[in-house]
């Protein structure tokens, strides 16, 4: 090995074991030296953006807001919001606040059209994340898990991040990436089998299109598979979805949540509830139209300020709406939980009525007992399409109706509709999820 590569890797392993005690520590704080490391974060982090990057060096200065004076995180609230629309703006460097030789990770989001939302990280940023999804995630897995991670690999951060985090606990990790023709679902289901795989990482629609690919192929889900876990990415996952996941597979359903732009926000501890990152990230829950900060169990749109090198995020909107909650959990960890409902986008309008799909799913999948469901909307009624005969259609249509009109005062109706093509449209998604059941991509 040469002097320089030599060099490199030593550097890079002892800046790796101050980045593993920091997060240790961080792991060990009681409630309120939590707050004060966040407060300390969060200073810190105005300060470092202030001084390497231009972008919210001005946006700063234009807040004149006495930010490098703060002293309690509530008074942090006053400053300006980040956007996406800010983000594409400065695609692809311009929210880089290090040196670009520092970056060792490059990610976009999918499925985004004209600049994308796109992220970055020093190899510091990177380990110490891969460290933070490590320390949560082996509350669910250890190293005698076999795990198979069926997300995109290409671009989308969540794959890569979980695949090092499953690596630093010892799983046997496979990692399968989308199903293509690299790896079809037939050759999946397979590996799945043979491997006596543990552990499904994959959206929760496509954990249910995957369990109902493997029926059609005539295997017993419970008996020919070792599945008892399914930690759900990339949509929302409701208490019916992950009934439905527990039924097909026998399978207990974990949902994580983050994005490329943030990375990991929050993830299941062995109780189910997902704990938000906070020893990484700030979140605070505000009014969607008119941005004023709500507290903590009120359902609302998430805002993250990242702890980040490269490409730390203030104030950022995500466009997604979550409770927080503070009560204590029985794992007894000191960071807060929350509930995610969806994208604000991933809704439907009805009347003077905005209705999270997450929200509808939950009715539907309970009222119906079906998996796969469609819905369209036709002037003021909802069309809901459940895989189901006609026969058993008729059966549940009472109960569905009735359950949606008290629920959220709306009128529906409900048909049978094709579950080959349902099921086909899940399967090629890159991100399967809830919008998937929106026909003629009415909203
Ligand atoms: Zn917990």
């Given at each position: 090995m040469n002097d320089v590569l030599n060099d490199a890797i030593t550097d890079i392993v002892s800046r790796r074991v101050k980045i593993l005690d920091e997060v240790n520590h961080t792991f060990a704080l009681s409630k309120e030296q939590l707050r004060e490391y966040?407060?300390?974060?969060?200073?810190?982090?105005?300060?470092?953006?202030?001084?390497?990057?231009?972008?919210?060096?001005?946006?700063?200065?234009?807040?004149?807001?006495?930010?490098?004076?703060?002293?309690?995180?509530?008074?942090?609230?006053?400053?300006?919001?980040?956007?996406?629309?800010?983000?594409?703006?400065?695609?692809?460097?311009?929210?880089?606040?290090?040196?670009?030789?520092?970056?060792?990770?490059?990610?976009?989001?999918?499925?985004?059209?004209?600049?994308?939302?796109?992220?970055?990280?020093?190899?510091?940023?990177?380990?110490?994340?891969?460290?933070?999804?490590?320390?949560?995630l082996s509350n669910l897995i250890t190293n005698q898990d076999t795990v198979a991670v069926i997300v995109p690999y290409g671009l989308a951060l969540v794959g890569q991040d979980i695949d090092r985090a499953l690596e630093l606990i010892g799983a046997k990790t496979i990692a399968i990436g989308m199903l293509s023709s690299a790896c079809p679902v037939e050759r999946s289901i397979k590996i799945l089998k043979d491997t006596e795989t543990t552990t499904l990482v994959c959206s929760?629609?496509?954990?249910?299109?995957?369990?109902?690919?493997?029926?059609?192929?005539?295997?017993?889900?419970?008996?020919?598979?070792?599945?008892?876990?399914?930690?759900?990415?990339?949509?929302?996952?409701?208490?019916?979805?992950?009934?439905?996941?527990?039924?097909?597979?026998?399978?207990?359903?974990?949902?994580?949540?983050?994005?490329?732009?943030?990375?990991?926000?929050?993830?299941?501890?062995?109780?189910?509830?997902?704990?938000?990152?906070?020893?990484?990230?700030?979140?605070?829950?505000?009014?969607?139209?008119?941005?004023e900060v709500l507290g903590d169990d009120v359902r609302g749109e998430l805002v993250v300020t990242s702890f980040g090198k490269a490409m730390p995020l203030i104030r950022y909107r995500t466009g997604d709406l979550c409770t927080i909650h503070s009560q204590s959990c029985a794992c007894g960890s000191t960071f807060r939980f929350l509930e995610h409902h969806g994208r604000i986008t991933d809704s439907i309008v009805m009347g003077d009525r905005r209705i999270q799909l997450l929200d509808l799913e939950a009715i539907i999948l309970s009222a119906s007992g079906t998996k796969f469901f469609t819905l369209k909307i036709k002037g003021d009624e909802l069309i809901v399409g459940l895989v189901l005969s006609k026969e058993e259609c008729q059966r549940v249509e009472r109960d569905v109706m009735e359950r949606l009109k008290i629920?959220?005062?709306?009128?529906?109706?409900?048909?049978?509709?094709d579950g080959e093509q349902l099921i086909h449209a899940i399967k090629n998604k890159v991100k399967p999820s809830i919008s998937s059941i929106l026909q003629d991509g009415e909203k």
């Open positions: 966040q407060l300390h974060k969060v200073k810190e982090t105005l300060l470092h953006v202030y001084q390497n990057n231009e972008f919210y060096k001005g946006k700063l200065t234009e807040s004149n807001i006495s930010w490098n004076d703060i002293k309690a995180l509530s008074e942090f609230s006053a400053l300006p919001f980040t956007i996406k629309e800010e983000i594409k703006s400065q695609y692809p460097f311009g929210l880089l606040s290090a040196s670009h030789d520092e970056i060792v990770r490059y990610g976009e989001s999918t499925g985004t059209t004209g600049d994308p939302i796109n992220s970055y990280y020093t190899g510091d940023d990177w380990f110490a994340n891969n460290c933070i999804v490590a320390t949560l929760p629609s496509r954990a249910l299109y995957i369990s109902e690919e493997a029926m059609k192929l005539g295997y017993d889900l419970k008996n020919d598979f070792k599945i008892k876990k399914i930690l759900c990415v990339g949509e929302g996952t409701s208490i019916e979805k992950a009934k439905a996941i527990k039924e097909a597979w026998g399978a207990d359903a974990y949902p994580l949540y983050g994005m490329t732009e943030t990375n990991t926000i929050a993830m299941s501890c062995q109780f189910g509830k997902m704990h938000i990152v906070e020893n990484k990230l700030d979140c605070e829950i505000i009014d969607a139209s008119t941005g629920e959220f005062n709306i009128i529906s109706s409900v048909v049978p509709v």
